[in-house]
């Protein structure tokens, strides 16, 4: 504990110049740990945003994933309604929902337009999708009754002229390729953020999708996790329970997710080399005008026995000490930040492709902070034993005589 006193003693020998380095040592840190954080976010968002959209794990028939199907679900899966009770009494299983992707032509008599068809359980898929769903008017659809029931994108409803409670047509391919239609009532008008989904989007009831289709199977089953952490393990019990099914976990269809987290490493990681590079040659500098403004002091040092080693041992633990306050300084400063922002109530304005922002938010991750911390410190003491080590060994009689 001495030796760390005595070495702050001496950071504060000249307090102007240690305290410019650790300003630069703290803004380092915060920009690290406020991108960082921001990316961490995104991150989280876009895991959740995919999960709620595709389930954490996904079945489907052998070749249910190939997207090359001759007429709609020729690679259906049968006996859907069994998987789906047998998978929903797991432990961790929040719910399990049928799915059936579909598309074909929306009329409303007078003009058409091609959609794309989701076929879902009412009561178990809007409720897992939460805000991901924008309910601009009306609300989710009923089980299917005579007339289904369906919601449909807001730009479907204003080039379709459609309101809630009007009629639209749909018209589709059945499982023997021949054409089927089907009136429906609008039940519903989301908003996905998505300006290309909301021109095509059609929701219904999935039976009313398989009384169109002339089928009783179903596209592919989602499994939602109550644990988003127990993604692997489900996947690998669903494997080897049912090795006749093909599997995919939302990692392996969330492909927006697999691009936006590529490009932010490689931006994120960039910034971290600068500011490792800035910080590094912060504290080089500085810790090597001390140096040099205690030649004759070392060699002091060294002439009434003090070792090339213990010299070098004091300027490191100055370098860990100016590190230590900077890094200390920029984590709080990052915490000020991510605490504005919780109650600042910013968002960012809409990425490419989408219509809708999103909050402008930081998350808090201790070992993003411990990191950079440990980095920091490491940094700065390395950047002393650079600068002093060639001082330590020069020769007694040349360090008194330095001028």
């Not at 954080?37 to 995919?50: D, K, N, P, W």
């Not at 058409?112 to 409720?127: H, Q």
């Not at 080399?273 to 060294?302: D, K, P």
């Amino acid at each position: 504990m001495k030796w760390i006193l005595f070495a702050w003693k001496n950071v504060m020998r000249n307090k102007r110049r240690s305290l410019t380095a650790m300003l630069i040592t703290a803004m380092g840190t915060a920009a690290v740990l406020i991108g960082g954080g921001f990316a961490l976010f995104t991150y989280e968002s876009l895991e959740e945003m995919t999960a709620r959209d595709s389930g954490h794990v996904v079945l489907a028939a052998q070749r249910g994933f190939d997207n090359d199907e001759d007429v709609p679900l020729q690679h259906g899966l049968s006996g859907a309604a069994a998987l789906a009770a047998h998978y929903a009494a797991q432990p961790g299983v929040r719910a399990v929902a049928p799915r059936i992707q579909f598309s074909g032509l929306v009329s409303n008599g007078d003009k058409s337009a091609v959609f794309i068809g989701s076929g879902v359980d009412p009561d178990v898929d809007f409720r897992l999708r939460g805000p991901q769903l924008d309910f601009v008017a009306g609300e989710a659809p009923g089980p299917s009754e005579a007339v289904p029931e369906i919601v449909i994108g807001d730009e479907l409803a204003t080039l379709m002229k459609v309101k809630v409670g009007g009629s639209l047509t749909l018209l589709g391919t059945t499982t023997e390729g021949n054409l089927n239609a089907v009136d429906a009532v609008v039940r519903g008008i989301v908003k996905t953020g998505v300006p290309e989904i909301d021109r095509r989007l059609v929701m219904t009831d999935i039976r009313a999708v398989q009384r169109l289709l002339l089928t009783d199977k179903v596209g592919s089953l989602a499994i939602y996790l109550k644990d988003t952490a127990q993604t692997e393990a489900m996947a690998a019990q669903v494997k080897s329970t049912h090795p006749e099914l093909a599997v995919r976990t939302w990692r392996d269809l969330a492909v927006f997710y697999q691009a936006v987290r590529a490009l932010y490493n490689r931006i994120f990681g960039i910034l971290g080399l600068i500011m490792v590079v800035i910080v590094a040659f912060a504290m080089s500098n500085t810790l090597g005008m001390a140096v040099v403004e205690r030649t004759r002091e070392i060699g002091t040092l060294r002439a009434i026995g003090t070792q090339p080693g213990e010299v070098v041992r004091n300027f490191v633990l100055e370098g860990a000490a100016i590190g230590t306050a900077g890094a200390v300084i920029g984590m709080l400063a990052a915490g000020a930040t991510t605490l504005v922002l919780l109650f600042a109530g910013l968002e960012m304005p809409p990425p490419p492709g989408r219509s809708i922002g999103y909050p402008l938010l930081l998350s808090f991750s201790p070992p993003l902070y411990l990191g950079a911390t440990l980095v920091v410190v490491a940094l700065a003491a390395a950047a002393a034993w650079f600068v002093s080590r060639r001082a330590a060994h020069k020769p007694i009689t040349e360090a008194l005589s330095h001028v």
